[in-house]
């Protein structure tokens, strides 16, 4: 177990580029001790103490500096290589989840060495990656995958909040991570965005093969959208390596465009179930077994309405897990596989 | 311009492993004086002789060795390396498409830096992609995407031949390469499978501006399929980072499965065409403007039939260009471009 200081600057508050920092500190293994923001300092976020420099945040006792943010493109910003290298100065091991890998900056890893602090790049793919071999549809567990209209809608999050019910009701379940914020929460993984790209299935394929030999139940995090204009591509090789049985649709309620990208729309959530339903291979499809509707936009009268009007348009069940709890569509997905299993 | 030895050992015969050797003799700007392949001793390809090893082949008078075959996985079968490390020693230059770069590889390199000659990988990414910027959507050429039922099937053939025609008719044509072998025929390009899987679209995005600032109708190779349980997901991320606005639609007449894969069944020309027009975003919509059949399976009167049976169930244009020319398809797809501005 670490004892972790998140780095944040400035992206605290950000649902977006913030969400490896909410992600560690909600589902996380480790303890997180404190975060750098100096936006925030002397506030506290969830318990946890904010404080304003690398130096202040030292008397919480970190023993690893986490990257808490996730840029687009996947760089470290420069306003946190200072404070990366401030972390290695003292002694601290650091942990990031760059497509730009620490250990590869001969100044990072130059002074890492001289601190004899190790830096993990928790992106950096396993290098026997290669296609998928078919062992993907030949194991027993029941694989479920969160697919969404966008990106950083909370596809990770309802996989970890799907599993902890499960597992809460006694089920073999298993998280299975597929980028750098679910590798550092559950401790192993591959970041299927990092891989070569002709290996996206393949890596897909392994974590699947490895989640089959933890438990029965794989609730795969999902990464992307189809329907993104930067990052479908790992969408559909994630969706056609892990070949899911059932897919859990996340939609931030109200969403009408790409969150960047105004000129490319989300369709609506019955057209989305049908293209996620008909990007299945032949030879393993896929239900859409439930809609995970984020409502955190709207107040609690609207998120009633919101998700009463997504089960009268796809006939499926619809919920926010963080408002309204994960009972139901855990049910639902257990009813998906028993269906499919008659 | 070189003089190539092509390396073939075992795969001159093969249509598919074999395809990058058939289409650097077909379409490449530079001269191959000879293929290295032991099982067709004595023998020429295409008029070019066929050699039984590297000593053999040096009196043809070659400059570089290209690694002409292409292996699932894109690692370089250990029967290649001897000849690779002959033809270094013999101090001719090598290219190669592996994903596993010759550059990386301690002996390899540092043999060539003994001899002063070069090691190329084509499939090496360029060091500075990035995410797409949204100009593969704002510049003024028309672009045409080959894709098709399955891998090695012809979509880069396709994209050389019908690019072809459009020059010789007047037209600022492009051949735009996404893979090793197009790099190796036209002397540029990405490699899009081989980018960091993030970067699939920003890659292709990247060489669409290339394309863009050399002639205004671009002909881009395609890359596996949106069926493919390999290689989908470059599929997708290179159809929505080139934003095509035409599509020409790639089938080898017959097939029913993808190639070494009996349990993924390919679905009927229609219904694929369907596929793909789905697969196109909303913002940049993509019509199938026509269908280039592989009959190379079927004797002439079998292929005709083919031809009519797919212009009958699609309602499209359809046509084999090896065996009765490319000018139907191309007019079909000028046709598409007027249509889609008018």
New interface residues.
């Given amino acids: 177990m670490s004892k972790l200081l998140i780095l944040a600057e400035g992206y605290l508050a950000d649902p977006h580029h913030g969400k490896t920092t909410r992600g560690v500190v909600n589902y996380g293994q480790n303890e997180v001790v404190t975060i750098v923001d100096s936006t925030f300092d002397g506030t506290d976020f969830q318990g946890i103490p904010v404080s304003a420099t690398i130096a202040a945040a030292l008397v919480h006792g970190p023993d690893t500096a986490l990257i808490g943010v996730a840029p687009?493109?996947?760089?470290l910003p420069s306003e946190f290589r200072v404070q990366v290298l401030e972390a290695i100065e003292a002694g601290r091991d650091v942990e990031a989840g760059m497509?730009e890998f620490m250990a590869d900056d001969p100044e990072l890893s130059a002074r890492a060495n001289a601190r004899s602090v190790e830096l993990r790049d928790l992106r950096r793919p396993p290098d026997d990656l290669?296609?998928?071999t078919?062992a993907n549809?030949e194991h027993a567990a029941d694989v479920v995958l969160t697919v969404g209209s966008d990106c950083a809608i909370g596809k990770m999050t309802i996989a970890l909040e799907l599993h902890r019910t499960a597992q809460n009701q006694g089920r073999a379940s298993v998280f299975v991570p597929t980028g750098q914020t679910g590798i550092a929460i559950a401790g192993w993984g591959i970041a299927?965005?990092?891989?070569?790209?002709?290996?996206?299935?393949?890596a897909s394929e392994r974590l699947v093969l490895e989640g089959a030999s933890q438990g029965d139940l794989l609730w795969i995090e999902g990464q992307g959208s189809?329907?993104?204009?930067?990052?479908?591509?790992?969408?559909?090789?994630?969706?056609?390596?892990s070949m899911p049985h059932h897919l859990v649709l996340c939609h931030r309620a109200g969403d009408l465009r790409i969150d960047g990208?105004p000129?490319?729309?989300i369709?609506p959530l019955s057209e989305l179930v049908e293209?996620y339903e008909?990007?299945a291979?032949?030879?393993r499809p896929a239900t859409v077994a439930a809609i995970a509707l984020n409502t955190s936009r709207l107040d609690e009268q609207a998120a009633r309405v919101a998700i009463e009007e997504a089960e009268a348009e796809t006939g499926l069940v619809a919920g926010d897990p963080f408002r309204f709890g994960s009972d139901r569509l855990v049910e639902a997905v257990g009813t998906a596989i028993e269906t499919r299993k008659a």
Same sequence: chains 1, 2.
């Avoid at 687009?72 to 760089?75: A, E, S, V």
């Fill in positions: 687009t493109g996947g760089k497509h290669s296609v998928p078919g549809l299927v965005d990092a891989v070569v790209a002709d290996y996206i299935a393949g189809l329907i993104h204009p930067l990052y479908s591509g790992v969408t559909l090789g994630l969706y056609h390596g990208w000129v490319h729309t369709p293209i008909r990007a291979l032949p030879a």
